[in-house]
């Protein structure tokens, strides 16, 4: 089986050649959004449960076990295919390939695996440094040998702000050389470089981050199925909403003293109550 033929497997219903949106989920509540939205798959974002979680920026703050434990308790309420953040795997080759165990038997379809220095920062901020790319592809074979299952392995670069794009580029192909089932080259800053990307690596199925307030070049899945790409991140696509809606929700309620004029935007027990009882996947 092709890389891009293991893609579609691992996501029932998705067609080769079609980009996979994956919007960023942190927990039940926000898998079973997902889910009711009609999306074949999440992305269980690592910026998203630090910043849900933890009220802080991605800067590394997110443990393994922290991680682990949203992946069980999103399994407990959802089947949806899940491609999980797995940061730099916590550390070194041995620590990588003990969190790829982990996620893998608590239910990742796929994890990401990226080449920042621990602990890392998110990608957006200033201040990020990679390790060699020799040593983190040392890391991801690791991880590619320890698998038990057909979980998938996402390599991601992030040399794109530190190194330049030819560096970055190279680092990607040599990433996928060494078995990654799909890559992703964070940041590009042209279509040119992401026509770039997707000539120098037409067997494999590429990810982008169509974060809002991102660098990205483009900003529509139909775009990056034009250029060649499989997988669109949104990773922060519902608390960006809760952000911009949340205070305007609470400075009525804080004027007025009641919710009554907001009833068409919120949500009433009933409401809430349905989607907290949808079916559960079988134990």
Not at 50 to 62: I, K, Q
Not at 98 to 108: K, M, S, W
């Amino acid at each position: 089986m092709d890389r891009h033929s293991a893609l579609a497997a691992a996501v029932p219903g998705h067609a080769r050649g079609q980009v996979l949106s994956l919007p960023g989920v942190w927990d039940g509540l926000s898998i079973r959004l997902v889910e009711q939205a009609g999306f074949p798959a999440a992305f269980l974002s690592g910026g998203a449960l630090s910043m849900a979680r933890h009220g802080r920026r991605d800067m590394g703050l997110v443990t393994m076990s922290e991680l682990a434990q949203a992946v069980q308790l999103i399994r407990e309420v959802s089947e949806l295919p899940l491609f999980v953040d797995a940061d730099t795997g916590f550390g070194n080759a041995d620590n990588a390939v003990r969190t790829a165990r982990v996620l893998e038997a608590a239910g990742a379809t796929a994890i990401q695996l990226e080449d920042q220095l621990f602990p890392k920062r998110c990608g957006f901020l200033a201040g990020k440094a990679v390790i060699p790319a020799t040593e983190y592809i040392d890391k991801l074979k690791a991880v590619l040998d320890a698998r038990r299952g057909p979980m998938l392995v996402i390599a991601r670069t992030d040399a794109r702000s530190i190194e330049g794009f030819a560096a970055a580029l190279d680092r990607a192909c040599a990433y996928a050389e060494a078995g990654a089932d799909l890559v992703f080259l964070e940041g590009p800053e042209t279509v040119a470089e992401m026509e770039a990307t997707t000539a120098a690596l037409p067997a494999v199925p590429l990810v982008h981050n169509l974060v809002e307030g991102g660098v990205s070049p483009v900003s529509t899945a139909a775009e990056l199925q034009a250029l060649g790409y499989a997988i669109a991140l949104h990773p922060l696509v519902l608390l960006h909403g809760f952000i911009r809606q949340g205070p305007a929700h609470l400075a009525v309620l804080r004027q007025t003293g009641s919710t009554d004029s907001l009833r068409d935007q919120l949500a009433d027990l009933h409401e809430f109550g349905t989607l907290l009882t949808q079916d559960t996947p079988s134990p």
